[in-house]
């Protein structure tokens, strides 16, 4: 290499950097886009999914945090997999899993999905995705260069003859399954379904991503089986688990985790340490001591509770207003389609007036076109009962002002 001798001036111009082809490829993240709505004052949120002020366990973590403030491993390095102390109280919270899965500690489900889907796919290879989709798993696969082709399971095509052609058309790398309370649909799968999946991702050699963050928040029933758990019955089947502690505890811990074959958290342990070297020290001790706490189970009571009343009054005010939906079990969300006669142009904006603030449907579609244009999702966790109440009257009063 050659030095420039000392005192030859340098001719230095502007000069806007080349930037990744992948990262240019990101879409917006359309839900991401509003905060900037939600944050003017008086709104009235119905678009984003976190829960309500009234529904975190304000004195537990409190508490938790008081006592982890004052452990000296708080504020170290740890391991790139994750406190192993942390790892041993969330096996209570993991389903039932083949022998051998590990679990790893993650930055909430959103990088469980990304460390997986990046483990597994090389890019230019395909992943399969549910439509509606959560619009975030399209920033991933944009980002790991993956082509994303849309599955959808209906209820006349018991034998799932539609996801087996998906998944014969080779190059296929990974299936996505957001099987119970999904987002945005409040959908959850039956057991004969999920069985069906992943009888077919096994002969097609396909693993499957469960992204499982709303498991905890059913209403009445548990959901069924995960398909994490149904894997050990079904021979050749690997599912990858993803489960968070936002919609239970607080998504600002940014904590979740997966489970996995160690074949594939390894890879995933790598990539993690790649990237930012591990979990967050803090936010691991406050989630260990609020778990040791033992204040779990009574308030996911409280917030089950709750949220089911929230989505009873929702859906009685949608019910009323003419709305078509199918009613949620669990979960956070509601993906109703506007009554008839609904002027749709220029809805968002009427609503928006009314301080009320909604995430439009056609961000849930794979190629943000038009589809589910004449759907809203709305979040029945967000606001107190009042508050979603009077959201919820603004809304109908704004549809064909
Ligand atoms: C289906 C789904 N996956 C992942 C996430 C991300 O959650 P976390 O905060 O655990 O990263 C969300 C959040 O809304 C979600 O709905």
């Known amino acids: ?25 990101i879409p917006e993240n359309p839900l991401r886009a509003l905060f900037p709505y939600a944050a003017r004052p008086g709104m009235l949120n119905l678009a984003s999914g976190h829960p309500s002020p009234d529904a975190y366990d304000t004195e537990g973590l409190t508490e938790a945090s008081r006592r982890a403030a004052a452990d000296a491993a708080a504020w170290s390095y740890g391991p790139s997999a994750g406190d192993p102390q942390l790892i041993a109280a969330l096996e209570a919270l993991t389903p039932t899993r083949p022998r051998g899965h ?31 989709i959560y619009p ?12 994303v082709e849309a599955y959808r399971l209906k209820a006349d095509d018991p034998e799932l003859a539609d996801l087996s052609r998906a998944l014969g058309r080779g190059e296929v790398a990974a299936l996505y399954a957001q099987p119970t309370f999904s987002n945005p649909g409040g959908e959850t799968w039956g057991l004969a379904v999920r069985k069906r999946v992943l009888e077919l991702c096994a002969a097609h050699r396909v693993p499957v991503i469960e992204d499982d963050p709303y498991r905890a928040l059913c209403h009445a029933e548990a959901p069924p089986a995960a398909l994490v758990e149904l894997s050990a019955q079904v021979q050749g089947s690997i599912v990858i688990w993803a489960g968070s502690l936002s919609k239970t505890l607080a ?14 958290t390894g890879p995933m342990t790598e990539l993690r340490q790649a990237g930012d070297l591990q979990p967050n020290s803090l936010a691991q001790r406050v989630a260990l001591r609020y778990l040791e706490l033992d204040r779990l189970d ?40 506007l009554p008839e006669d609904t002027a749709i142009e220029g809805l968002f904006e009427r609503v928006l007036k009314q301080n009320v603030l909604y995430a439009p449907g056609p961000s849930f579609a ?36």
């Open 366 to 401: 794979l190629n943000r076109d038009a589809r589910f244009g004449n759907r809203l999702r709305l979040c029945f966790a967000g606001l107190d009962a009042e508050a979603l109440a009077t959201a919820a009257a603004r809304l109908v009063a704004a549809l064909n002002e």
């Open 1 to 25: 290499m050659q030095h420039l001798p000392t005192g030859t001036p340098l001719r230095t111009q502007a000069f806007s950097p080349d930037l990744s082809p992948l990262v240019l490829a």
């Open 298 to 337: 009574r308030h996911l009571t409280r917030v089950r509770g709750l949220y089911a009343a929230r989505h009873d009054r929702l859906a009685a005010v949608l019910g009323a207003a003419g709305f078509s939906f199918e009613p949620a079990a669990g979960g956070m969300f509601l993906f109703p389609a």
């Open 251 to 264: 998504p600002g811990l940014r904590l979740g985790w997966a489970a996995a074959p160690p074949t594939v």
């Open 102 to 132: 590990r679990l790893i500690v993650t930055s909430g489900a959103q990088q469980a999905v990304d460390l997986a889907l990046r483990s597994l796919a090389r890019p230019g290879s395909t992943v399969l995705l549910p439509e509606p």
């Open 136 to 147: 975030a798993i399209l920033s991933i696969c944009a980002a790991a260069g993956l082509r």
